[in-house]
């Protein structure tokens, strides 16, 4: 994802279309409820116990609200980012644990 982003930026910039990439983490979402509603009655486990194991190995302890990540894109659509290119925002409370 970063090499096409990287890539993508330098060959677009000079028409002034800014790339940028949101990879969110696990987000407290409608499918995600699904998912685990899914699974609860699956492996016939508590749906909050399902909920509480997917949180487990989350650094903060939480899922993000869907309101954290979209604070996100509006800002990166918005005109305070109008020098931003080529960028890979990793909003996963550092879930992904290698380097860009």
Same mark, same amino acid.
């Given at each position: 994802? &970063?090499?096409?982003?990287?890539?993508?930026?330098? %060959?677009?910039?000079?028409?002034?279309? &800014?790339?940028? *990439? *949101?990879?969110?983490?696990? #987000?407290?979402?409608?499918?995600? =409820? /699904? !998912?685990?509603?899914?699974?609860?009655?699956?492996?016939? %486990?508590?749906?909050? =116990?399902?909920?509480? +194991?997917? !949180?487990? +190995?989350?650094?903060?302890?939480?899922?993000?609200?869907?309101? /954290?990540?979209? +604070?996100?894109?509006?800002?990166?659509?918005? =005109?305070?980012?109008?020098?931003? #290119?080529?960028?890979?925002? !990793?909003?996963? =409370?550092?879930?992904?644990?290698?380097?860009?």
């Amino acid at each position: 994802m &970063l090499g096409l982003t990287k890539t993508l930026s330098n %060959e677009l910039a000079p028409d002034g279309i &800014l790339v940028k *990439v *949101v990879c969110p983490g696990f #987000t407290h979402t409608s499918r995600l =409820e /699904e !998912q685990a509603k899914w699974k609860a009655m699956q492996t016939r %486990e508590p749906y909050e =116990e399902v909920t509480i +194991d997917w !949180q487990r +190995d989350i650094y903060i302890g939480r899922m993000a609200r869907p309101r /954290e990540i979209d +604070d996100l894109v509006v800002f990166l659509a918005s =005109e305070r980012a109008s020098y931003l #290119t080529g960028a890979v925002m !990793q909003v996963d =409370e550092g879930l992904v644990r290698i380097l860009f």
